[in-house]
């Protein structure tokens, strides 16, 4: 697993297993995966897992990936659940993706 990259630069480690019956999705969106299960940065500070909302509005499947951590969020759209999956991870991957600021942000740090 790659890990993930802190906005300052600092990678993350998967500081748990992967979860039973997980592996399709380890191995299909790796990327997406850590931000849901690393609960730790690599120098050892706590890290709060990111949430996956998925939702259809007019035909289209929609997702938002909410980086509570670092409160922000990156969203995505498709015609199908995988498709729009395969969008956010390719665009996290290349750090392409554009995140916006979270509800809140700025008020202090989320609670862990």
């Given at each position: 697993?790659a890990?993930?990259?802190?906005?300052?630069?600092?990678a993350v480690?998967?500081?748990?297993?992967?979860?039973?019956?997980?592996s399709?999705?380890l191995q299909?969106?790796p990327?997406?995966?850590d931000y849901?299960?690393?609960?730790?940065?690599?120098?050892?500070?706590?890290?709060?897992?990111?949430?996956l909302?998925?939702?259809?509005e007019d035909g289209m499947?929609?997702?938002?990936l909410?980086?509570?951590?670092?409160a922000?969020?990156a969203?995505s759209?498709g015609r199908s659940?995988?498709?729009?999956l395969?969008?956010?991870e390719s665009s996290?991957?290349?750090a392409?993706?554009?995140?916006?600021r979270?509800?809140g942000?700025g008020k202090?740090?989320?609670?862990?």
């Amino acid at each position: 697993m790659a890990g993930l990259r802190k906005p300052d630069g600092e990678a993350v480690n998967l500081a748990a297993p992967p979860l039973d019956g997980d592996s399709a999705v380890l191995q299909n969106f790796p990327t997406i995966y850590d931000y849901l299960t690393c609960i730790q940065y690599t120098g050892g500070e706590a890290r709060v897992p990111s949430t996956l909302l998925a939702f259809v509005e007019d035909g289209m499947w929609k997702m938002c990936l909410n980086d509570r951590d670092n409160a922000r969020s990156a969203w995505s759209a498709g015609r199908s659940a995988i498709e729009c999956l395969k969008s956010l991870e390719s665009s996290l991957e290349a750090a392409t993706v554009e995140w916006r600021r979270s509800a809140g942000a700025g008020k202090g740090k989320p609670r862990k």
